[in-house]
């Protein structure tokens, strides 16, 4: 089957940030590489996703299920003070007095853009993580909760079982997914949204959440919609007993 598994991916809320942004004010469109990479490490217990090599040695696709809703919201920012005021606690502790007082932060109001009840189809092809992603997947038995973008926007996933998938190369190709802006389009869907998404595809090993050092960038198209290119390399994909709308699709890994 080419290492390759399906499932679905959705959730109330998102926010995939783009790492070449200096804040996470606006969103992505879709979960990018590295995103895809946590879920996966999620999925089947990679407790440090920085550090594995093998995890971000994978080919995959999103195929848009839900219109690409988007909303702004204010949030409260406030900063974490537990650090100061840790030897204060220790001293109070042991019996020492302290005179001065924790400095607490005023929050901060922040607007923030969120995708309202994203949905997607998530292809992956992992030659290293294949079958525990799969098995994992199957029994909906993660090891750790999947998140959309930040720990507060939990997701939920549905395994979809693959009938048939071929590997084909072909011209004048209607394509359900996103594909690389190298490819030559044909013709657009008029009632589709399209944005090109500029993504790494790897997290550097040793940097940290707050000093998070990206690598490998590639530049995607994405749809709502179905797409025709002049000429592609893409997986014909039917899934098994499936409710959800996109029963057969094309599909472009990247």
């Known amino acids: 089957m080419n290492n390759i598994v399906a499932f679905e991916l959705r959730g109330n809320f998102a926010s995939f940030a783009d790492p070449l942004g200096i804040s996470n004010t606006f969103s992505l469109p879709m979960p990018t590489k590295t995103a895809i990479a946590g879920i996966i490490g999620a999925m089947i217990g990679i407790d ?69 009840n994203p949905k997607y189809i998530v292809i992956v092809e992992h030659s290293h993580y294949y079958q525990k992603l799969e098995q994992n997947l199957k029994n909906r038995t993660p090891k750790y909760p999947i998140y959309l973008g930040n720990s507060e926007f939990a997701g939920t996933f549905e395994y979809l079982e693959i009938e048939t998938i071929k590997s084909l190369e072909g011209d004048h190709i209607q394509v359900n997914s996103i594909f690389p802006q190298e490819y030559e389009i044909e013709s657009f869907d008029l009632n589709s949204i399209y944005t090109t998404v500029r993504m790494a595809t790897k997290v550097e090993k040793g940097s940290f959440d707050n000093n998070r050092k990206y690598s490998n960038y590639q530049t995607v198209v994405f749809s709502t919609g179905t797409t025709t290119l002049k000429k592609c390399q893409y997986y014909s994909i039917r899934l098994k007993e499936t409710f959800i709308s996109k029963e057969y699709m094309n599909v472009v890994l990247v």
């Not at 100061?84 to 020492?96: A, R, T």
């Open 48 to 116: 440090d996703v920085k550090s594995d090599e093998d995890l971000y040695d994978f080919k995959y696709s999103i195929v848009s299920l839900n219109p690409l809703v988007k909303q702004t919201f204010s949030q409260n920012f406030i900063a974490d003070y537990t650090s100061s005021v840790k030897s204060k606690f220790d001293k109070i502790k042991k019996g020492e007095k302290v005179i001065e007082s924790p400095s607490f932060v005023k929050p901060k109001p922040t607007n923030r853009e969120l995708l309202i």
